[in-house]
């Protein structure tokens, strides 16, 4: 792909964003999801092959069918009230329709089919995109919604998204496949907070852009897009391999990485809401998503290709991490503890 037009279509991908981010009126919010939807197809299919194809074709028709929901559900409120302003959404059956179109575009459960197989389709960096920046524009239009949307449907979304995100990634090999389910279940997690503490969605949404981001920066320096590659990544680079085993206990939510405490703030907060039922479920299901990381951890630090002595020194890297890596597993590790202040509302 040419350079200007690989400048213009990122530069297309941050105006869809922030023209979204920025607006109060629903149509350009939804110009805003459009335009990311457009740009992001081009990039899809800069690498020729029929699975980047396929990829981009479902990715497209679900964008479209969530897109036409949003505008739906928009001119609906519109008809029945007379605003058009993202904050004045009082019909409920137009925020409903609002939820599911949002959730479409998320990839959050029950709506979750296309993403493992859109993901697993393109190329890592691709994947990064579609995983990181693209969550932006549809989860704040959640977050500035979040008091008018239903919290039953909401919690039932994001139930369902932790346990599909965590029983799905089980019997994966292909790690761009477990990248998609555990992005499920993180948005589950941030699903079910928003209709209580927005404050926790975000700071969840954070801390869930820095882990994904270092684990695909980290896959894309290794060149690793399934389970059996990272078996050698020990033998290549010690020291990225030790950093990729933090980014996963962090995804995991052990303490005391920083991907602990959003979770345990949100399961205080859903106690206060005397939602006890509710959090055992979501701790349980977070168990899932544990397990598989911790599988990860185990294929990168205890197994081992077999070798011979003397090819260790032929097929090693140099050691020095790029800056970006160790910079964002430096703060997805030790962050929120070194920085509690961050938890402060």
Same mark, same amino acid.
């Given at each position: 792909?040419?350079?200007?037009?690989?400048?213009?279509?990122?530069?297309?991908?941050?105006?869809?964003?922030?023209?979204?981010?920025?607006?109060?009126?629903?149509?350009?919010?939804?110009?805003?999801?459009?335009?990311?939807?457009?740009?992001?197809?081009?990039?899809?299919?800069?690498?020729?092959?029929?699975?980047?194809?396929?990829?981009?074709?479902?990715?497209?028709?679900?964008?479209?069918?969530?897109?036409? %929901?949003? +505008?739906? /559900?928009? @001119?609906?409120?519109?008809? !029945? $009230?007379?605003?058009? #302003?993202?904050? &004045?959404?009082?019909?409920?059956?137009?925020?409903?329709?609002?939820?599911?179109?949002?959730?479409?575009?998320?990839?959050?459960?029950?709506?979750?089919?296309?993403?493992?197989?859109?993901?697993?389709?393109?190329?890592?960096?691709?994947?990064?995109?579609?995983?990181?920046?693209?969550?932006?524009?549809?989860?704040?239009?959640?977050?500035?919604?979040?008091?008018?949307?239903?919290?039953?449907?909401?919690?039932?979304?994001?139930?369902?998204?932790?346990?599909?995100?965590?029983?799905?990634?089980?019997?994966?090999?292909?790690?761009?496949?477990?990248?998609?389910?555990?992005?499920?279940?993180?948005?589950?997690?941030?699903?079910?907070?928003?209709?209580?503490?927005?404050?926790?969605?975000?700071?969840?949404?954070?801390?869930? %852009?820095? +882990?994904? /981001?270092? @684990?695909?920066?980290?896959? !894309? $320096?290794?060149?690793? #897009?399934?389970? &059996?590659?990272?078996?050698?990544?020990?033998?290549?680079?010690?020291?990225?391999?030790?950093?990729?085993?933090?980014?996963?206990?962090?995804?995991?939510?052990?303490?005391?990485?920083?991907?602990?405490?959003?979770?345990?703030?949100?399961?205080?907060?859903?106690?206060?809401?005397?939602?006890?039922?509710?959090?055992?479920?979501?701790?349980?299901?977070?168990?899932?998503?544990?397990?598989?990381?911790?599988?990860?951890?185990?294929?990168?630090?205890?197994?081992?290709?077999?070798?011979?002595?003397?090819?260790?020194?032929?097929?090693?890297?140099?050691?020095?991490?790029?800056?970006?890596?160790?910079?964002?597993?430096?703060?997805?590790?030790?962050?929120?503890?070194?920085?509690?202040?961050?938890?402060?509302?």
């Amino acid at each position: 792909m040419s350079p200007y037009a690989l400048s213009i279509l990122m530069s297309s991908l941050a105006i869809g964003t922030i023209t979204t981010l920025s607006s109060s009126h629903w149509f350009l919010a939804w110009m805003g999801l459009e335009i990311n939807t457009l740009a992001i197809i081009p990039l899809m299919t800069k690498m020729h092959h029929p699975r980047a194809t396929e990829s981009a074709t479902k990715y497209f028709l679900t964008q479209a069918t969530a897109s036409a %929901l949003v +505008l739906f /559900s928009t @001119m609906m409120n519109a008809w !029945m $009230t007379g605003e058009w #302003t993202i904050m &004045n959404m009082s019909n409920h059956f137009a925020t409903t329709v609002l939820t599911i179109a949002l959730a479409i575009k998320l990839g959050i459960a029950p709506f979750h089919l296309w993403m493992p197989d859109v993901l697993q389709g393109l190329n890592l960096m691709t994947c990064l995109i579609l995983s990181t920046w693209q969550k932006l524009a549809p989860m704040a239009l959640l977050i500035l919604t979040n008091h008018q949307l239903n919290t039953n449907l909401l919690i039932m979304m994001a139930l369902m998204s932790t346990i599909i995100g965590g029983w799905g990634g089980l019997n994966q090999v292909q790690m761009r496949k477990i990248m998609a389910y555990s992005s499920i279940a993180h948005l589950g997690w941030m699903t079910l907070i928003l209709s209580f503490a927005p404050s926790l969605t975000m700071l969840n949404l954070m801390i869930y %852009l820095m +882990l994904t /981001s270092s @684990m695909f920066m980290m896959l !894309m $320096t290794l060149n690793s #897009t399934n389970v &059996n590659k990272l078996s050698t990544s020990w033998l290549k680079t010690p020291t990225l391999a030790a950093s990729m085993m933090i980014t996963l206990t962090a995804l995991g939510g052990l303490p005391p990485t920083s991907g602990f405490l959003p979770k345990w703030l949100i399961l205080q907060e859903m106690t206060k809401q005397h939602l006890n039922l509710m959090s055992t479920l979501m701790a349980l299901s977070a168990l899932l998503s544990l397990f598989f990381y911790l599988r990860l951890s185990y294929a990168i630090s205890l197994t081992s290709a077999p070798n011979i002595s003397n090819s260790n020194l032929i097929w090693r890297k140099k050691n020095n991490l790029p800056q970006t890596i160790s910079i964002l597993t430096m703060l997805s590790a030790m962050m929120l503890p070194i920085t509690p202040a961050l938890l402060m509302n």
